[in-house]
C-alpha cells in the first residue's frame, strides 16, 4: 500500500520523443514510483518505479528551457519541463526519495517489481516497527525520568539551603547576650556546595538526548526554494540543520505552537509571534513515517493531520487513533488489505478450505521471529510499567517536597518582615 501514497504532485510538461512536442500534466512521486499524466486525456505516460533510475539531472532543452533529465536502466531519458514552483524544488525532493532508497536495505530497492512479500513477512515487518516505536517511546520516558530524578536533587539541595537560612534567622532573632550565638554563623563546609560541582551537574542536567534523526529536504516561508539537511527530534525540542550539519534553527519544546501533518512524508513546524513574522520551516522525507508516532507523542495537543493525511486513513467512520494508525501503517510497509476487511459469506463458501488455510500459512521461519519479537514487546512494556510506577511515586514525592518548601519559604519569609 505504501507504493500507491502520493508524496507530492507537481505541474509540469513531458517531451513525448515520438511527436517531437510537449505535452503538459502532472508528475507525481510515491516513495517508490514516478508517473505522469495528461491533463487533457488523463492518461499515463510515463510510469516507472525509482529503483531503475540510473541518474537525474538538471538540464536546458533546446538551450532555453530549463528541465529535469531522467535516465533509466534501459537507458531511456525522460524529459521534465516548465516544473511548479520551481526546478530546484522538484529535483531535490525526487533525489532525496531515490537516494533513500538506494541507502536502504536490497530488498526496498526491488519491492515494487519483486513478487508480494507473504503474510509472515509482513507481520514480521509491521511488528518490527511496533517495536521500533515502543524503544522510542520508552527511551522518552527514561529521560524523563531522569529528569524527575534532576528535579528531586535540587529540591533536596534547596531544602538544605534552607536549613542554613533558618539558622541565619535564628542568630538574627537571637539577643545580643544570648553567649551560644556566635556559632550559629558558622556554616559547616559541607553544606557549601563548590562552583565546579554546581556547573558540571547542570552541564550533565541539561545534556539532550537524541530520540531520532533523519535526512529531510527543507523549505523555509516559500516552497519555491528547499535546501537538503537533517532533521532532529529531541526530548527537549526539534533540530534543524542544513547539509554541512550546520544548525538552521532550534525548537525548544515549549516554543512549537503547532505541527502540521500535510502527508506521512511532510510536515510543518510552526512558532507564532506577535508583531513579526512567525517561524516556519516545512520537511519532507522518506524516513517522516518513523518520526510522527514520536511526534505524536511528545506534541500530543499541538500536532494536526489534515485531509491530504487523514485520506489513507481505513474509513471515514473510524476513530482518529485508529485512522492515525492505519495512516503510518501504509506509510512504514506493505500491508495486506485483506487482513483488515472481512471477506463475504459467498466467497468464504465458494473457496476451497485448503486454499483458504494455504493461503494463512505462516512458516516457522516467521513465526520464531515472530515469537522473538513479541518478547522483546513484552520486556519493553514491563520496562515502561515499572518506569511509570517508579515516575508516579517520584512525583507524589515531589509534590509533598514542593508544599513543604513553600511552606518554609513563607515562614522565612514572615520571619524575614518582623527584622526589617
Same mark, same amino acid.
Given at each position: 500500500?505504501?507504493?500507491?501514497?502520493?508524496?507530492?504532485?507537481? %505541474?509540469?510538461?513531458?517531451?513525448?520523443?515520438?511527436?517531437?512536442?510537449?505535452? %503538459?500534466?502532472?508528475?507525481?512521486?510515491?516513495?517508490?514510483?514516478?508517473?505522469?499524466?495528461?491533463?487533457?486525456?488523463?492518461?499515463?505516460? @510515463?510510469?516507472?518505479?525509482?529503483?531503475?533510475?540510473?541518474?537525474?539531472?538538471?538540464? &536546458?532543452?533546446?538551450?532555453?528551457?530549463?528541465? $529535469?533529465?531522467?535516465?533509466?536502466?534501459? =537507458?531511456?531519458? =525522460?524529459?521534465?519541463?516548465?516544473?511548479? %514552483?520551481?526546478?530546484? @524544488?522538484?529535483?531535490?525532493?525526487?533525489?532525496?526519495?531515490?537516494?533513500?532508497?538506494?541507502?536502504?536495505?536490497?530488498? #526496498?530497492?526491488?519491492?515494487?517489481?519483486?513478487?508480494?512479500?507473504?503474510?509472515? *513477512?509482513?507481520?514480521?515487518?509491521?511488528?518490527?516497527?511496533? /517495536?521500533?516505536?515502543?524503544?522510542?517511546?520508552?527511551? +522518552?520516558?527514561?529521560?524523563?525520568?531522569?529528569?524527575?530524578?534532576? $528535579?528531586?536533587?535540587?529540591?533536596?539541595?534547596?531544602?538544605?539551603?534552607?536549613? @542554613? #537560612?533558618?539558622?541565619?534567622?535564628?542568630?538574627?532573632?537571637?539577643?545580643?547576650?544570648?553567649?551560644?550565638?556566635?556559632?550559629?554563623?558558622?556554616?559547616?563546609?559541607?553544606?557549601?556546595?563548590?562552583?565546579?560541582?554546581? $556547573? &558540571?551537574?547542570?552541564?550533565?542536567?541539561?545534556?539532550?538526548?537524541?530520540?531520532?534523526?533523519?535526512?529531510?529536504?527543507?523549505?523555509?516561508?516559500?516552497?519555491?526554494?528547499?535546501?537538503?539537511?537533517?532533521?532532529?527530534?529531541?526530548?527537549?525540542?526539534?533540530?534543524?540543520?542544513?547539509?554541512?550539519?550546520?544548525?538552521?534553527?532550534?525548537?525548544?519544546?515549549?516554543? +512549537?505552537?503547532?505541527?502540521?501533518? =500535510?502527508?506521512?512524508?511532510?510536515?510543518?513546524?510552526? /512558532?507564532?509571534?506577535?508583531? *513579526?513574522?512567525?517561524?516556519?520551516?516545512?520537511?519532507?522525507?522518506?524516513?517522516?513515517?518513523? $518520526?510522527?508516532?514520536?511526534?505524536?507523542? /511528545?506534541?500530543?495537543?499541538?500536532?494536526?493531520?489534515?485531509?491530504?493525511?487523514?485520506?489513507?486513513?481505513?474509513?471515514?467512520? #473510524?476513530?482518529?487513533?485508529?485512522?492515525?494508525?492505519?495512516?503510518?501503517?501504509?506509510?512504514?510497509?506493505?500491508?495486506?488489505?485483506?487482513?483488515?476487511?472481512?471477506?463475504?459469506?459467498?466467497? /468464504? !463458501?465458494?473457496?476451497?478450505?485448503?486454499?483458504?488455510?494455504? !493461503?494463512?500459512?505462516?512458516?516457522?521461519?516467521? &513465526?520464531?521471529?515472530?515469537?522473538?519479537?513479541?518478547?522483546?514487546? *513484552?520486556?519493553?512494556?514491563?520496562?515502561?510499567?515499572?518506569?511509570? !510506577?517508579?515516575?508516579?511515586? #517520584?512525583?507524589?514525592?515531589?509534590?509533598?517536597?514542593?508544599?513543604?518548601?513553600?511552606?518554609?519559604?513563607? *515562614?522565612?519569609?514572615?520571619?524575614?518582615?518582623?527584622?526589617?
Amino acid at each position: 500500500m505504501s507504493r500507491d501514497i502520493c508524496v507530492h504532485t507537481w %505541474p509540469c510538461s513531458y517531451y513525448l520523443e515520438l511527436e517531437k512536442r510537449w505535452i %503538459p500534466g502532472k508528475l507525481s512521486l510515491t516513495p517508490l514510483s514516478l508517473k505522469f499524466m495528461t491533463d487533457k486525456t488523463g492518461e499515463i505516460l @510515463v510510469n516507472f518505479p525509482l529503483s531503475s533510475i540510473i541518474e537525474i539531472k538538471k538540464e &536546458a532543452s533546446h538551450f532555453i528551457f530549463s528541465s $529535469v533529465t531522467i535516465l533509466e536502466k534501459d =537507458h531511456v531519458k =525522460h524529459w521534465f519541463s516548465s516544473l511548479q %514552483p520551481s526546478r530546484n @524544488v522538484v529535483f531535490s525532493i525526487i533525489e532525496h526519495f531515490w537516494r533513500e532508497l538506494l541507502l536502504s536495505q536490497p530488498g #526496498a530497492a526491488v519491492e515494487g517489481s519483486s513478487s508480494p512479500a507473504t503474510k509472515g *513477512k509482513e507481520l514480521t515487518c509491521l511488528m518490527a516497527c511496533s /517495536q521500533k516505536r515502543l524503544e522510542d517511546t520508552t527511551r +522518552v520516558l527514561h529521560h524523563q525520568g531522569e529528569q524527575l530524578d534532576s $528535579v528531586a536533587r535540587g529540591l533536596d539541595k534547596m531544602e538544605s539551603d534552607l536549613g @542554613v #537560612a533558618d539558622r541565619l534567622l535564628t542568630e538574627l532573632e537571637s539577643p545580643s547576650w544570648w553567649p551560644f550565638s556566635s556559632r550559629l554563623w558558622k556554616v559547616p563546609s559541607e553544606t557549601k556546595p563548590s562552583a565546579g560541582a554546581s $556547573v &558540571a551537574s547542570s552541564k550533565a542536567f541539561g545534556k539532550e538526548g537524541i530520540v531520532i534523526r533523519i535526512p529531510a529536504v527543507i523549505s523555509q516561508r516559500t516552497e519555491s526554494r528547499v535546501k537538503p539537511g537533517k532533521f532532529t527530534v529531541l526530548v527537549s525540542g526539534l533540530e534543524i540543520h542544513d547539509s554541512d550539519s550546520l544548525l538552521m534553527h532550534r525548537f525548544e519544546r515549549e516554543d +512549537v505552537d503547532d505541527i502540521k501533518v =500535510h502527508t506521512p512524508y511532510e510536515v510543518s513546524i510552526r /512558532q507564532r509571534f506577535i508583531g *513579526k513574522p512567525d517561524i516556519a520551516y516545512r520537511l519532507i522525507s522518506a524516513k517522516m513515517p518513523e $518520526v510522527i508516532p514520536i511526534l505524536e507523542v /511528545q506534541f500530543s495537543k499541538k500536532i494536526e493531520l489534515l485531509e491530504d493525511a487523514w485520506m489513507f486513513g481505513s474509513t471515514a467512520t #473510524a476513530s482518529p487513533a485508529e485512522k492515525g494508525y492505519s495512516v503510518w501503517l501504509a506509510a512504514s510497509g506493505p500491508t495486506d488489505h485483506a487482513l483488515h476487511s472481512e471477506p463475504s459469506s459467498g466467497s /468464504q !463458501e465458494g473457496r476451497p478450505l485448503q486454499l483458504q488455510t494455504s !493461503e494463512l500459512l505462516i512458516s516457522d521461519g516467521d &513465526a520464531q521471529e515472530l515469537r522473538q519479537i513479541l518478547k522483546k514487546l *513484552k520486556d519493553l512494556a514491563l520496562d515502561a510499567e515499572t518506569e511509570l !510506577e517508579r515516575q508516579d511515586e #517520584a512525583l507524589d514525592d515531589l509534590t509533598a517536597a514542593v508544599d513543604r518548601t513553600t511552606l518554609t519559604i513563607d *515562614k522565612h519569609n514572615r520571619r524575614m518582615k518582623k527584622l526589617t
